[in-house]
């Protein structure tokens, strides 16, 4: 991969397709989580597509200290301004969809349109269970027990099946995500239910954008706060379009790469980026 030095930190990127910019948030886990996305026609023949690994993850700067969601919020504003972007699709994965809501309230004008592909917000009913299934997990961490921590988490959110479709899929991605724990139980997750406590209805009405709503057609089997979140998207943001991606649970574009690729092409179609923004000056 590239690296994009952006201040004192640097991120590892890769760069796919031409058209419209389109920048690609990944969650808490899988660093390579939105790469299937790369090589769908749908989307590189007609957006030119941005993953990067955000701080804490694979090769880009590693963490030695907590950074709030508006910190990784402006990561991807400063990586979009080293690409020479002006303005965006900004798609997020679970985590990743807070980081782009985050980054819509901070740079307005850098975001054009926002995918949220199963964001963790917690102003549902339900959030409470998800956090007393991540507790065991929490306990093999700091028992020392990295991957039994990471494993442990993962089958919460992809299903106890995940790990044959993760190594097929993205091989080597589980010992990356076990490289990476540290990230998500000693600063991801603190950052996340902060920015939960201070994300409110008010402020997902200041976001003006195109906002599309992913569910997985599964994913209530898993948790039923995938459904109350996809409902809660679609009543609180003033412009939401929803999308219910068939066969696939929380990991999403790792088990219907297609169909979440077409779903996604379709949503930047209708709003298209105007070409005086999309002009690229170089990494």
Known sequence: MNRAKIGAIELEYEVQ????????????????GLRPLLV????????????????????STQLDCPISIAHKAADCREFLKHMGVQRAHVV????????ALQLALDAPDVVHSIALLEPTLFAVPSAPQLMESFAPAFQMYEAGNRAGAVDGCLRTVFGPEY????????????????????????????????WNLNFTKADAGRIEQPVLSVVGS??????????????????????????VLQGAAHALQLMNPTGMAEGLAGFFARHPVAASATARVGA
Do not use: K, N
């Not at 479709?165 to 996340?192: S, W, Y």
């Not at 994913?219 to 379009?241: D, K, M, Y």
């Open 17 to 32: 397709g031409t058209g419209q910019p389109v920048v690609l948030i990944h969650g808490s886990f899988i660093a390579d």
């Open 40 to 59: 769908e026609p749908s989307l590189t023949e007609r957006c030119q597509l941005f993953l990067y690994h955000r701080r804490g993850f694979a090769g």
């Open 92 to 99: 997020g994965h679970s985590t990743g969809g807070s980081i």
């Open 163 to 194: 790990r044959d479709m993760l190594d097929r899929v993205l091989p080597g991605a589980f010992a990356q995500a076990v490289t990476d724990a540290d990230t998500f139980f000693q600063f991801e997750m603190p950052a996340l239910q902060q």
């Open 218 to 243: 599964e994913s209530h089997a898993l948790w039923v706060g995938r459904t109350e979140i996809h409902e809660l998207v679609q009543a609180w943001f003033p412009r939401t379009e929803a999308f």
